[in-house]
């Protein structure tokens, strides 16, 4: 939650149970403003229309199931305001080698069941993001990769997430 200090509240959620050691960080930091949640990965812990910003960055690629992606698109539109915006990173499929790509394909880019802490399990093309985002009722800003050592790192050195930015009308 660096970018706490850029917002009056921050409100950040995590399916990990070291929220204690979270919040002992920031406050070190000098951070103050924000609240920390368990979430269940299934919904985010925020009254409908009342977050102005989503940002989800390394998060979205370690998800379990394609379903569980279009549900968290649904929970970004249901608590957002109108005019809000989210900005969601996700595992890129151009990163993928050969061998990945043939078991994503195998699994039916649905779910790698066996993969290692922090793989890349789930994948989704820019396009499709797209139009998963828009037919929830979401305007596409913004699509685009990351960079290496974001967000400091080389604008030229392409990371291994891809993202969409969308608004709500």
Same mark, same amino acid.
């Given at each position: 939650?660096?970018?706490?200090?850029?917002?009056?509240?921050?409100?950040?959620?995590?399916?990990?149970?070291?929220?204690?050691?979270?919040?002992?960080?920031?406050?070190?930091?000098?951070?103050?403003?924000?609240?920390?949640?368990?979430?269940?990965?299934?919904?985010?812990?925020?009254?409908?229309?009342?977050?102005?910003?989503?940002?989800?960055?390394?998060?979205?690629?370690?998800?379990?199931?394609?379903?569980?992606?279009?549900?968290?698109?649904?929970?970004?539109?249901?608590?957002?305001?109108?005019?809000?915006? @989210?900005?969601?990173?996700?595992?890129?499929?151009?990163?993928?080698?050969?061998?990945?790509?043939?078991?994503?394909?195998?699994?039916?880019?649905?779910?790698?069941?066996?993969?290692?802490?922090?793989?890349?399990?789930?994948?989704?093309?820019?396009?499709?993001?797209?139009?998963? @985002?828009?037919?929830?009722?979401?305007?596409?800003?913004?699509?685009?990769?990351?960079?290496?050592?974001?967000?400091?790192?080389?604008?030229?050195?392409?990371?291994?997430?891809?993202?969409?930015?969308?608004?709500?009308?």
């Amino acid at each position: 939650m660096p970018h706490a200090i850029f917002f009056g509240k921050a409100i950040g959620v995590d399916i990990h149970d070291q929220g204690a050691i979270v919040e002992k960080h920031l406050r070190a930091a000098g951070k103050n403003n924000f609240s920390l949640h368990r979430g269940d990965g299934r919904s985010l812990p925020a009254p409908d229309a009342s977050v102005d910003f989503v940002y989800s960055f390394i998060v979205l690629q370690h998800l379990p199931r394609f379903d569980v992606f279009i549900n968290y698109l649904r929970e970004c539109f249901r608590v957002l305001r109108q005019g809000g915006v @989210a900005q969601l990173y996700f595992g890129s499929w151009r990163k993928l080698s050969w061998k990945d790509r043939i078991r994503h394909f195998a699994a039916g880019y649905r779910e790698i069941a066996d993969a290692p802490v922090n793989y890349t399990s789930l994948v989704v093309r820019k396009g499709k993001a797209k139009t998963l @985002a828009r037919g929830i009722g979401f305007s596409v800003v913004d699509s685009g990769c990351s960079y290496k050592r974001a967000p400091d790192g080389y604008a030229s050195a392409i990371g291994g997430q891809d993202y969409i930015t969308v608004r709500k009308p």
